[in-house]
């Protein structure tokens, strides 16, 4: 792993990587959600979300 992969504390020197993920060996308490297949006949031909959404804001320099 590259050294711009890293966060150096300068207090202690010590590495910690980031971008990666921490692996548990303990369950999840967290429900499981599956995919489900459905007719297609059954879904409507469109569907309209513009209600659901937030209006849009200025995003500044979030490079977003």
Same mark, same amino acid.
């Given at each position: 792993m590259?050294?711009?992969?890293c966060?150096?504390?300068?207090?202690?020197g010590?590495?910690?990587?980031?971008?990666?993920c921490?692996? %548990?060996n303990? /369950? *999840?308490?967290?429900?499981k959600?599956g995919?489900?297949?459905?007719?297609? %006949?059954k879904? /409507? *031909?469109?569907?309209?979300?513009?209600?659901l959404?937030?209006p849009?804001?200025?995003?500044?320099?979030t490079?977003?």
């Amino acid at each position: 792993m590259a050294d711009e992969d890293c966060y150096v504390d300068e207090q202690t020197g010590r590495k910690y990587h980031v971008g990666g993920c921490l692996i %548990s060996n303990e /369950p *999840s308490p967290f429900q499981k959600f599956g995919a489900s297949m459905v007719d297609p %006949s059954k879904l /409507p *031909s469109s569907v309209d979300l513009r209600q659901l959404m937030t209006p849009i804001e200025d995003q500044g320099d979030t490079n977003s």
